[in-house]
Structure formats: structure tokens, C-alpha cells
């Protein structure tokens, strides 16, 4: 049975773990990749990282309005911006808002788990899902370049405590 890698999200863990990891991997990434990690992107990276659940952009922005720095909007969404393009967070288009990627670089296609009770997200990394689905579209002669899967359901936890029932 594939239980090893269960997501962090879907587990009680150390989350200051997750926070530690993802923005070492980040540093990492940028560095080898040359790109500039300033402070206000690795902070929004950071915010994002504050839980499992996903931020719009706005929350985002009152996040950093709490904290007295109230940048403009574009400031927010260029960090963004970065985040995507070099992997460090997803966009999760059901619920336009953002996460922070579990395996920065090492995966193109997301698969995110998504619990309708609590809003945690948890990201998939296995590849057999997109492979066989590359398959089968390769037989009806389609190219797939990009596949986003959302999954809606209920986490162990809220699965645990019988919301279901209320
Ligand atoms: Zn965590
Ligand atoms: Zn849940």
C-alpha cells in the first residue's frame, strides 16, 4: 500500500516544520536558478505557508496590511506572480487562491486534494495519475501539456468528527 509520503496537510505534524522546509527549498531553488528571492516575495511565501489552507490575494494583502507594510495590490500580485512561475505556490483556479508548493521544482502538474469542511488542501505529487491520463489522451491522438485536478471531499480529521451527520 502506497502510505508513505502521506501529505503533510493530511496528518497532525510539526507545521513550523512545513514553514522551515518551504522556505529553505526556496532559498535553494532560487539560487540555483538565479532568481531573486526579495524580502517581500519570500514573506508572501511565507503567508502562504502559514497553514495548509489556501489565501486569496487579498488575504494575502491584509496579512501585510496587519503588519503595517499595506503595499499596493500590484506589489502583491508580482510576488505572486513569482511564486508561480518558478513553482514555489500554486493557483487553485476553484478557489483563486494561492498555496505554497510541498515539492518546489520537482513537478509540473498539480493534483490537490481539497476539504470541503475546513478548506485544507493537501498537493499530490504522484505522477501515475497524470501519466495514465496522458495515456489514454495520447490514444485519442491529444497532446496534454498541463493537467490540474481538484478533488473536493473531506479530510481525516473533519472525516473523523462526523460533520457529515450535522
Ligand atoms: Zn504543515
Ligand atoms: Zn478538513
New binding site residues.
Given amino acids: 500500500m502506497p502510505t508513505a509520503r502521506k501529505p503533510?496537510?493530511l496528518r497532525a505534524?510539526?507545521?513550523?516544520?512545513?514553514?522551515e522546509d518551504a522556505l529553505a527549498a526556496a532559498s535553494e531553488l532560487c539560487r540555483t536558478q538565479g532568481a531573486r528571492l526579495t524580502p517581500m516575495r519570500r514573506r508572501v511565501l511565507e503567508i502562504l505557508?502559514q497553514?495548509?489552507k489556501p489565501l486569496g490575494a487579498y488575504a494575502v494583502l491584509d496579512i501585510l496590511a496587519a503588519e503595517g507594510r499595506r503595499p499596493m495590490p500590484p506589489t502583491v500580485y508580482r510576488a505572486l506572480d513569482f511564486l508561480l512561475a518558478h513553482g514555489l505556490a500554486h493557483r487553485i483556479p476553484s478557489l483563486n487562491a494561492f498555496i505554497g508548493c510541498s515539492a518546489p521544482g520537482a513537478h509540473r502538474d498539480g493534483q490537490y486534494l481539497i476539504c470541503r469542511n475546513c478548506g485544507t488542501v493537501a498537493e499530490l505529487t504522484d505522477t501515475g495519475l497524470a501519466t495514465e491520463l496522458g495515456r489514454t489522451a495520447h490514444g485519442h491522438g491529444f497532446a496534454i501539456e498541463s493537467v490540474l485536478t481538484e478533488a473536493v471531499g473531506l479530510c481525516p480529521a473533519c472525516a473523523g468528527t462526523g460533520v457529515d451527520a450535522a
Fill in positions: 503533510a496537510a505534524h510539526d507545521h513550523e516544520r512545513c514553514i505557508w497553514s495548509h
